[in-house]
Each structure stands twice: as C-alpha cells, then as structure tokens.
T-cell receptor, first 111, second 110 residues
C-alpha cells in the first residue's frame, strides 16, 4: 500500500529556530506539492515540483521559506527563522497524473 | 490565497440521512475533485470529475460537475458514523495546480 510519508509528524519549536520538514513521495510519482493548512486560510498551495524541478512557489513566503527536492525520494520544506504565524499543518502530496495523494502532515507549533 | 466557497460550512445530521454539499467559484475549472479529511490525517481523494455535466458515483457518494463549470456538488446517501470528517472540493487551475475549498465539516449522530 504505497503512501506519502512525512516527518516529523509533530514539531514544537521556539520563534527564530529553523524548521525542516521532510516528505517521501510515492515511488514513481513525479510531481510533489507542499500545502499549508490553517483554520483561517484553509488549504493553501505553497510550492510544487515536477521531475524535481520547482514549477511554482508563488504561494510561499520567499524570505523565510525554501523548498527543495535533493532527489526523487525526498522533498524538504524549510522555515528559517520560524515565527508564531507559521504554526499550521504542512502537507506534502505526490502525483503521477492528476490525482494527488496526501501525506499525514506535519503539525508545527511555533512558540 | 484564492479559495472556493463551500456550503454549508458544517452539518450535524442523523445516521441514515442523506447529505448534500456544494462548491462554487467565480472561475471556470476543467477538473473538480472531492476529498475527505479525517482528524490527524491528510485529505483522501473521493471522486474526480473531468467534464461539465458529468455525474460520478463512488459507493454512497455521488458528485456532479456543474454545467457552468463554476460549481460542483457532492451527495452522500444513507450517512453512517464513519462519514464524519471535513469534505473539501478542489478545482484545477492550470496544470498540476488545484485550488481548495473552505471545507464542509460533517458530523453524524448515531
């Protein structure tokens, strides 16, 4: 049963610290997405990659967020420095065609 | 960011009742998707719609792609307690890019 995996599942950190979230897409999927979910804003697309190349990161605050795919089995989302308003659930999703499969999310709390 | 409007925002229904929810947009979409999210998990795809007017079923779930391409509907028949969760619509905006709705929170009372 192929699934998207994300680590860590939960992260509590202090304002100003660096946060790195990791995602392992489903093997063979060539498109990877990062979303952020909050009560106020719902599900927002932050960035997505196709064949490891960034296609669109217009939803991501550029000054503190960065997303990369070092290889086909790993996507990372970094926040440096983190702020309390970054508290949210961050989801990774992968796709081969049009259907996106979501991971379980990383629940981030920045104090 | 842009969001699709879903209604109702939340529903409390009795087990066995039918459920209807909808999603509207000011923009035209070529594809509509419906997802369900359970607590502590990511959204899971329920139904995908690719053509205006299309009506597609998945078990007790039926979804329709509106003729105007600006809306979509999801119906759940004979609801059961495990239907509880948040239901999201999503519209395709450009290749690979989807805009998600605000969600409909469903609670089923046994």
């Amino acid at each position: 049963d192929a699934r998207v995996t994300q680590t860590p599942r939960h992260k509590v950190t202090e304002m100003g610290q660096e946060v790195t979230m990791r995602c392992q897409p489903i093997l063979g999927h060539n498109t990877v997405f990062w979303y952020r979910q909050t009560m106020m804003q719902g599900l927002e697309l932050l960035a997505y990659f196709r064949n490891r190349a960034p296609l669109d990161d217009s939803g991501m605050p550029k000054d503190r967020f960065s997303a990369e795919m070092p290889d086909a089995t790993l996507a990372t989302l970094k926040i440096q420095p983190s702020e309390p308003r970054d508290s949210a659930v961050y989801f990774c999703a992968s796709a081969l065609g049009e259907t996106q499969y979501f991971g379980p999310g990383t629940r981030l709390l920045v104090l | 960011g842009q969001q699709l409007n879903q209604s109702p925002q939340s529903m409390f229904i009795q087990e066995g009742e039918d459920v209807s929810m909808n999603c509207t947009s000011s923009s035209i979409f070529n594809t509509w998707l419906w997802y369900k999210q359970e607590p502590g998990e990511g959204p899971v795809l329920l139904i995908a719609l690719y053509k205006a007017g299309e009506l597609t079923s998945n078990g007790r779930l039926t979804a329709q792609f509106g003729i105007t391409r600006k809306d979509s509907f999801l119906n759940i028949s004979a609801s059961i307690p495990s239907d509880v969760g948040i239901y999201f619509c999503a519209g395709q905006q450009g290749t690979y890019k989807y805009i998600f709705g605000t969600g409909t929170r469903l609670k089923v009372l046994a």
